[in-house]
């Protein structure tokens, strides 16, 4: 089964960017669809982009244009570089597989978006 260790989260003022990163344990990451989720207080959890092992990707319209993922095979990791970031982008930003490997997530990564 895939471990999986997000980082790279922080305190950002709006307009700002952040680099999140995702590691993977296994030696199966490449064939694995992955995506990026977020969840903010008092919200479900979303999806907001994805990328294939192709490097096809899909994005949730509310951070088209804004967000871009990537993903490094040889790394096994996963990146989401989060640009032009709003107060409605804090959360926090977990990577997982996609379909889900059962319940398995990660510790997440928290990204506030303030002034």
């Known amino acids: 089964q895939v471990r999986l260790v997000e980082s790279g989260g922080g305190l950002v003022q709006p307009g700002g960017s952040l680099r999140l990163s995702c590691v993977a344990s296994g030696n199966i990451f490449s064939a694995y669809t992955m995506g990026w989720y977020r969840q903010a207080p008092g919200k479900q959890r979303e999806l907001v982009a994805r990328?294939?092992?192709?490097?096809?990707?899909i994005y949730a319209d509310s951070v088209k244009g804004r967000f871009t993922i990537t993903r490094d095979n040889a790394r096994n990791t996963v990146y989401l570089q989060m640009n032009s970031l709003k107060p409605e982008d804090t959360a926090v930003y977990y990577c997982n597989t996609i379909p889900l490997q059962g319940s398995y997530w990660g510790q997440g990564t928290q990204v506030a978006v303030s002034s």
């Open positions: 990328i294939t092992s192709g490097g096809s990707t």
